[in-house]
Every structure is written in structure tokens, then in C-alpha cells.
T-cell receptor, first 112, second 111 residues
Framework: EAQVTQNPRYLITVTGKKLTVTCSQN?????MSWYRQDPGLGLRQIYY???????DKGDVPEGYKVSRKEKRNFPLILESPSPNQTSLYFC???????????FGNGTRLTVT | QQPVQSPQAVILREGEDAVINCSSS?????VHWYRQKHGEAPVFLMI?????EQKGHDKISASFNEKKQQSSLYLTASQLSYSGTYFC????????????FGGGTRLMVKP
């Protein structure tokens, strides 16, 4: 089954403790991206990748890192999480730039 | 600048129709529409790539007026399963597959 898999689904952590949210897609898609969704602010872009080793910032990249060492994986790294990064995170992939986005099921992160 | 959607929320009875509008102050080269149910990921509905294009899927269709920088989503004879939040989105130029999403329209269909 074609899918984007994010893990974990829920994560509660403390300020400053490094964490990684994994994202993997099995559709051989070139493009991958990360969004965060907050009430009243909608979906906002964090980082995107156009191919292996090609990544760039979206609108709200501060406090996040990404890597794309393999085509299928696009992890989101929070080196030193802070409470303002409490949010619902979505990974998405697409075949081409103008193709539909396939979203993962989301990761609800709480930083205390 | 994110696209602006209207209305922000709408309540319908089953079988009624609804229109959701999306407009942008920037040029719109294409428009995506997604639906998100509570607690779930957004799900793709359709893309309109060209001005004047209209698309339909079941009883949900959309139009795209490139000159007016607007798109509309039409839900006909709504069903309970149509409930959710609808987002329009436009590609970010030179930014991979990044989309700028509108603020969303919350649609509730009641029996």
C-alpha cells in the first residue's frame, strides 16, 4: 500500500531534550516536506526536499533540522525543543512539484 | 501571504449545497484542494492547473479563475461524510512541493 509513515504518533518530551520524528514514503517520490499545524495558524511550511541531499527552508524553519540521505526518508530533528514547538506535525511527499501531496498521519508533539 | 478562504465555517443539512471560496493577493498558477477530518491528515481532493479549468469528483467540483486569482469548491447534495475542514493551497514558487495553505473552512453536515 502506498503510504507515508510517520513515527511516533504522539510524543511528550521536556525542553532541551533532542528528538527525531521519522518520515518514510514507499512511493519513490522525489519531493518531501514538513509542515506544522497550529490552531488559528493553519498549516505552515518548515522544510522541504527536492531530492537526496537537496533540502531548503520553508516559512518557519527555526529550531528544526532535516536530512535527506535516502530518497524514502526525511526525518525532522529538533536539537533543543522548546514549548513553542508544541504542535501537530505532518510529513508529505509528492511525485512531482505539481503533484498531489500525500500526508503522513501526523505526530502530535508536546514539549513541557 | 496565505490564500484567504471564505466562509470560515458553514453548517449544512444533508442534501444542501455549499460553495467555498479561495482568493489570493498573489498570482495563482495552480490551486490544490484538501479535506481534513478531525484528528486526521489532510487528504487530496483535486488540483486545478490552468485558468478556466473545472474539475469534478463525485459531487464535489472546483473552478479556477486565474485572472481573478480565485478558486471555488462546490459541494453538491452534501453528505455527512463531507464534514471536515477544507483547505485551498497554492504552490510556493521555487520551493519544491511546498504549498501555502489557506486558513481553512470548517464544514459541518447535519442529518
Amino acid at each position: 500500500e502506498a503510504q507515508v509513515t510517520q513515527n511516533p504518533r504522539y510524543l511528550i518530551t521536556v525542553t532541551g531534550k533532542k528528538l527525531t520524528v521519522t518520515c518514510s514514503q514507499n512511493m519513490n517520490h522525489e519531493y518531501m516536506s514538513w509542515y506544522r499545524q497550529d490552531p488559528g495558524l493553519g498549516l505552515r511550511q518548515i522544510y522541504y526536499s527536492m531530492n537526496v541531499e537537496v533540502t531548503d527552508k520553508g516559512d518557519v524553519p527555526e529550531g528544526y533540522k532535516v536530512s535527506r540521505k535516502e530518497k524514502r526518508n526525511f526525518p525532522l530533528i529538533l536539537e533543543s525543543p522548546s514549548p513553542n514547538q508544541t504542535s501537530l506535525y505532518f510529513c508529505a511527499s509528492s511525485e512531482r512539484r505539481e503533484s498531489p501531496l500525500h500526508f503522513g498521519n501526523g505526530t502530535r508533539l508536546t514539549v513541557t | 501571504q496565505q490564500p484567504v478562504q471564505s466562509p470560515q465555517a458553514v453548517i449544512l443539512r444533508e442534501g444542501e449545497d455549499a460553495v467555498i471560496n479561495c482568493s489570493s493577493s498573489k498570482a495563482l498558477y495552480s490551486v490544490h484542494w484538501y479535506r481534513q477530518k478531525h484528528g486526521e491528515a489532510p487528504v487530496f481532493l483535486m488540483i486545478l492547473l490552468k485558468g478556466g479549468e473545472q474539475k469534478g469528483h463525485d459531487k464535489i467540483s472546483a473552478s479556477f479563475n486565474e485572472k481573478k486569482q480565485q478558486s471555488s469548491l462546490y459541494l453538491t447534495a452534501s453528505q455527512l461524510s463531507y464534514s471536515g475542514t477544507y483547505f485551498c493551497a497554492s504552490p510556493v514558487p521555487s520551493a519544491g512541493n511546498m504549498l501555502t495553505f489557506g486558513g481553512g473552512t470548517r464544514l459541518m453536515v447535519k442529518p
